[in-house]
């Protein structure tokens, strides 16, 4: 009988949500399966997976096929490198503590990265959160203003046409006074 590790969809529509399951090739996506391995979740952000690491890599093994899906997430969470590396045990290349001394230093180097992407997700929505705060205040002080301008006395204007019109008065007396001089 041919196995697949593969996705069985569940979840509502436009929130989908997967259980990773070791099913007989002909059965169908959703229908009857072997063996639940565990979960993913592709809405959060970065997605979760949940898997039976040791019952994964035994059905690996022993021959099931992982979907190309399946495929991805099995090496995102290590299965198909852990694969890899007791291949070149069994070839008598690395020794069992090389085997394992490379696989933690792998996952350490994922969790890494996988924390660092956390962190930049975090610090990416504070800032957004703070832009749209200052941008916010902004805008309320031009309203602020704008209403305090309309609601202004226009005294002020009267004061500067009064200002300038003396002005533009002696201006004009003292180019009489030159004419009649002439």
């Not at 696989?103 to 929505?125: M, N, V, Y």
């Not at 749209?132 to 602020?144: N, R, V």
Request: proline fraction near 4%; aromatic fraction near 6%; hydrophobic fraction near 35%.
């Amino acid at each position: 009988m041919a196995t697949k590790i593969r996705l069985q969809r569940h979840g509502k529509k436009g929130k989908p949500f997967y259980y990773i399951v070791v099913a007989d090739a002909r059965a169908p996506r959703d229908g009857r399966f072997i063996e639940r391995l565990g979960s993913y979740n592709p809405n959060t952000n970065p997605a979760t997976i949940d898997i039976n690491f040791d019952k994964t890599l035994d059905w690996v093994n022993n021959g099931a096929q992982p979907t190309d899906t399946c495929r991805a997430i099995l090496s995102y969470k290590g299965v198909m490198y852990k694969k890899h590396l007791q291949g070149g045990l069994k070839k008598g290349a690395l020794t069992e503590e090389q085997v394992e001394s490379k696989f933690q230093a792998w996952l350490d180097h994922k969790d890494g990265k996988i924390t660092g992407k956390k962190e930049s997700l975090t610090t990416a929505k504070q800032d957004a959160r703070k832009a749209a705060l200052a941008a916010e205040a902004k805008k309320k002080e031009e309203k602020a203003a704008a209403i305090a301008a309309k609601n202004a006395p226009p005294v002020e204007e009267v004061a500067e046409e009064e200002v300038e019109a003396p002005a533009a008065e002696t201006e004009a007396d003292a180019s009489a006074e030159a004419e009649s001089a002439e």
